[in-house]
């Protein structure tokens, strides 16, 4: 199983989390995919840190994105 590509989703599921976010609250709804992505991407996170401890960090987020891109895509 590969702890980078978790760590990327979850990433990217907290980033898409934010314009939900926003979206439900200018139309005064309940944010309830905004919460389901931020659990979802938090849980990935958290799993992909716990599982290979001192890797992932704030400094080390867009090698990481590189490495993963450059895996799956190319």
Do not use: H, K, T
């Amino acid at each position: 199983m590969d702890y980078d590509l978790i760590f990327v989703l979850g990433v990217l599921c907290c980033a898409f989390a934010i314009p939900a976010l926003i979206s439900a609250f200018s139309d005064r709804r309940f944010p309830r995919v905004a919460v389901l992505l931020v659990v979802l991407g938090g849980v990935s996170i958290a799993y992909a840190a716990q599982e290979n401890p001192g890797v992932y960090g704030v400094g080390v987020i867009d090698e990481i994105f590189v490495d993963v891109i450059g895996r799956y895509l190319v």
